[in-house]
């Protein structure tokens, strides 16, 4: 019940966010996904240094992905718009919210419209506001990762921005690891949906791992392998060893950005 009455207050908002700044959209985005969240029964543990973009150029925030539940922590942890799929757009509450945002849609069946599509995320960076993507293009169940789409990160080596990776792990209160919020295969919304209201004491990691400069990598491949590896390191941590990533390649060579004063 709370989480509908959440659910119903956020599509009257953001009916309306489209004329709202850019910061009052952020500081809502912010808040919702924190009470959706909340009446969820999942907790937000953000982990590492959390930077604020003051700079002319927005960062590429690139994370793994779970489950549905990772936007919201997301967009908890980085208010900002997000790239996401063409479909997204037409579903019920969900592309209410996604078009409120400022969400960046692409059609991933029309390899033409790529380079347009990262063109519209270069702008989006050179304009100071940082953007969302996920590059595994698809979910994982948390145990292992799949491999990083180059595509996007073009976007953060054109417009010279900062590529911050994310790593996203859920877990129990105690520790343990959880497939509970894994979102993958045949599984649907609803099913997904009380699964996740069912476990108790579901956790969300968010871990804000150290940018990397996108001018000094050697080219996207190498810059989407180094954020990729960054990452596995942090969510394969606990999982089996047979699950550990197959890359046997690591590309340690692209710079990090100098931390800047909160």
Known sequence: MRCTLVLLRGWSVFTRARFFSTSNRQRLARRWSCLLLAALGVRLDVRGWLPADRGPVGALHVANHISWIDNLALLATF???????????????????????GTIFIDRDRLRSLPGDVARVGEVLRSGTGVLVTPEG?????????????????????????????????????????AAAAFVGPDSLIRSLRRVIATRGLVVEVHCLPALAARTSPDRRALALLAEYSIADVVEACAPSGSRHPIPARTRSVATVPRVPV
């Not at 208010?79 to 945002?101: Q, S, T, Y």
Request: with cysteine; charged share 20%.
């Open 138 to 178: 698809t979910t994982w169940c948390g145990a292992g990762m799949g491999r990083f789409r180059p595509a996007m990160f073009q976007a953060a080596i054109d417009a010279g921005a900062a590529v911050r990776p994310v790593a996203i792990r859920y877990r129990t209160e105690d520790g343990g690891p959880t």
């Open 79 to 101: 208010p900002l718009p997000a790239v996401a799929k063409r479909e997204v757009a037409d579903w019920l509450m969900i592309g209410r919210f996604a078009r409120g945002l």
